[in-house]
C-alpha cells in the first residue's frame, strides 16, 4: 500500500492569504496615494525650474533679454520662454505628469520673469510688471500630509532653487528655503 502526498492549497489556507494581503492592500492605499501626490508636485516643480533654466540659459547663450511666462490656470499648464520680441524659443508642459498640482506665483498674479544676458533676473519685466520671484507648488485636491515645494527665484549662485518650505527645517540643510 503506497501513500499519497497531495501538493498545493486548501480552500482555507487560499483564503487566509487572500485576506492578509486584503489587509495589506487597505493599510497600504492612503501612503500610496500621499507617495504619488508627493512625485506630482515634485515633476511639477522640477518641470518649472526646468523652464526657468532654459531660459536663463538661452539668455546668456543669445547675449539678450528672455522671458520666461507661466500659465498655471490652463488645462494643461505651460511655459514659454521666448524673446522681449515675442519670438517664441521653447513651450514646456509641467502639467503632463502632474495633472493635479497647483501653482500660485508671487507676487500674486505674476507670470513673467525675465533673464538678463548675465543670466540674472532683471527688476522689472518689459512690461513694467515685477518679475516672478516664488512659484509654490501644492496639490491641488488638500489631500494630508503632501509636502509642497518652493521655487525660488533671483539671486544666489543659480538664482533658481526648489526648497521645502517646512519651518522645521534646519537653515543648515540644503531644502533650506533661501537664496
Not at 547663450?61 to 517664441?88: F, K
Not at 507648488?137 to 500630509?145: A, D, H, P
Not at 526648489?162 to 540643510?173: E, M, N, W
Amino acid at each position: 500500500m503506497t501513500r499519497r502526498f497531495h501538493r498545493g492549497f486548501s480552500l482555507i489556507e487560499l483564503m487566509i492569504g487572500l485576506a492578509i494581503a486584503a489587509t495589506l492592500l487597505v493599510l497600504a492605499a492612503p501612503n500610496f496615494a500621499t507617495w504619488s501626490a508627493d512625485g506630482q508636485i515634485r515633476a511639477a516643480a522640477e518641470s518649472v525650474v526646468s523652464g526657468m533654466r532654459y531660459a536663463q540659459t538661452e539668455a546668456i547663450r543669445r547675449n539678450a533679454p528672455v522671458e520666461l511666462l507661466l500659465d498655471p490656470t490652463t488645462g494643461t499648464g505651460s511655459w514659454t520662454a521666448r524673446l522681449q520680441d515675442g519670438t517664441v524659443l521653447q513651450v514646456g508642459v509641467f502639467k503632463e505628469g502632474a495633472p493635479l498640482a497647483a501653482f500660485t506665483t508671487t507676487p500674486a498674479a505674476a507670470t513673467i520673469t525675465t533673464f538678463s544676458s548675465l543670466g540674472g533676473v532683471l527688476a522689472a519685466n518689459a512690461d513694467t510688471t515685477l518679475p516672478i520671484s516664488e512659484v509654490a507648488v501644492t496639490f491641488s485636491t488638500g489631500l494630508l500630509n503632501t509636502r509642497p515645494l518652493t521655487v525660488l527665484v533671483g539671486g544666489g549662485r543659480t538664482g533658481i532653487k526648489i526648497c521645502d518650505p517646512d519651518p522645521s527645517v534646519p537653515s543648515t540643510s540644503p531644502r533650506f528655503c533661501t537664496i
